[in-house]
């Protein structure tokens, strides 16, 4: 279904080109575009724009093609791998030597917004009616505007129906599977051969996105001040939650650990092999999932304990205020706005814009893709420190990396957490 939107899309682009050509003041656009097009600005001129989803790709070069006939400005687009992108952003931006346009999400927004990197686009005039307000609230600050919504996520269970079928085991139901159910499940589709494990019953990440926040949320825990100030891992709550989780690695042998899952080169390419049942992980992953695995893809509900969980986020085009070509900068933003840029975002994520969502449910139509959006009954937002929240988050990821490598989950364990992530906040 992917590829036969992107040659629809591929087709529209060749009646935007006849157009253009019959018409070049005319802006032209295509028929599945349900949004308003800014108008056309002069030739020549080039914006950079970095990103980090290399799954992306495809679409993006659709879209400044389109971007391209109807506007006459280029994008000449870089795709920076996660691990590099934060150190590459914070090395250019400061210099001069930055991308014009770029992915920003809400922890480094934080960061990024008082520091007079990012350009204010208030006064661009965008019509922001096709998101709602909690999509671009968290990339405003002081009343100014930093950011434009690209897509938004929630974190679900994934699950390979032909890992289930061949074991014999029932698929979990949709919503309301339990951790005591899931663990029995996971035990069950563990296959071992002479000490060495085939296949995992599941896989997590240790980032705090897409796994431990919302184990602990489940738990009925917390791990931050109500001021987003302080980190507070060392929770009773807190503690039980990662050390079940905790133990379904290194007690049950279920799951796989931080080492297995970077030796084997990521959970991802075990689960679309047949060689992980379930993994817990976000919306972003569905994609390349269904072009592995198609109709045998099974998306659920996260597992509870005490309660429902799941963690809401999203991202923004945000700009640079340091870029040579404002006006082209305010026509992408412009652009940004519309249902057609969401279009063309919806083979790949869920588009923040709310007219273009339909299509994503349409081309996923038949995998259960609605758990994310349903989940967004309970889920919420990434919590992030209230201050230099872009190192804290990333520190985060190390120490809770460091916490599951651990023999145990102790008090001590978490509070030398809440310390090295606190004074990070206050750095």
């Not at 339990?178 to 499940?185: P, Y």
Request: charged letters at 15%; aromatic letters at 12%.
């Amino acid at each position: 279904m992917k590829k036969l939107l992107s040659i629809i899309l591929a087709l529209c682009l060749i009646f935007v080109v006849a157009a253009c050509a019959a018409d070049p003041g005319t802006p032209a656009t295509d028929d599945a575009a349900t949004g308003d097009a800014p108008a056309a600005v002069g030739e020549g001129v080039t914006l950079t724009f970095w990103y980090w989803d290399i799954n992306m790709q495809e679409q993006y070069n659709l879209m400044f093609e389109y971007f391209y006939n109807l506007t006459g400005i280029t994008v000449e687009q870089s795709v920076i791998p996660w691990g590099d992108y934060w150190t590459n952003l914070q090395t250019a931006l400061p210099a001069g030597a930055g991308p014009d346009v770029m992915w920003m999400n809400h922890s480094n927004a934080v960061t990024y917004m008082p520091s007079g990197l990012l350009k204010d686009i208030s006064d661009f005039g965008l019509d922001m009616s096709g998101f709602v307000d909690t999509l671009y609230v968290p990339f405003t600050l002081e009343g100014q505007l930093y950011g434009v919504p690209v897509f938004l996520d929630s974190i679900a269970l994934f699950y390979n129906k032909n890992v289930f079928d061949a074991a014999g085991i029932a698929h979990p139901p949709e919503r309301g599977w339990t951790w005591d159910e899931m663990r029995e499940a996971a035990i069950a589709l563990t296959q071992v051969e002479n000490n060495e494990v085939l296949v995992y019953g599941l896989a997590f990440p240790t980032t705090v996105q897409s796994g431990p926040n919302n184990f602990i949320w489940q738990n009925g825990g917390e791990f931050m001040s109500d001021d987003r100030t302080a980190y507070e891992f060392n929770r009773p709550e807190n503690i039980e939650a990662l050390q079940f989780w905790h133990d379904l690695m290194w007690q049950d042998r279920v799951a796989l650990t931080p080492v297995e899952q970077s030796e084997m080169n990521g959970q991802g390419e075990m689960f679309m092999a047949d060689m992980v049942a379930m993994e817990i992980n976000g919306l972003w992953r569905t994609a390349p999932y269904y072009d592995a695995l198609g109709s045998q893809l099974g998306i659920a509900h996260l597992p509870m304990r005490v309660q429902e969980a799941s963690t809401f986020h999203n991202l923004a085009y945000a700009a640079s205020d340091n870029t040579a070509h404002p006006e082209a900068v305010r026509i992408f933003m412009e652009f940004m706005t519309t249902s057609t840029a969401g279009d063309f975002i919806a083979p790949v994520f869920l588009p923040a814009h709310s007219d273009s969502q339909h299509l994503f449910f349409e081309n996923f139509g038949d995998i259960a893709v609605h758990v994310f959006t349903d989940a967004m009954e309970y889920a919420r937002p990434l919590p992030i420190a209230s201050i230099n929240a872009g190192p804290a988050h990333s520190l985060a990821a190390q120490e809770m990396e460091r916490v599951f490598m651990s023999d145990a989950i102790t008090a001590e364990l978490l509070a030398s957490v809440d310390e090295a992530l606190t004074a990070m906040v206050h750095s």
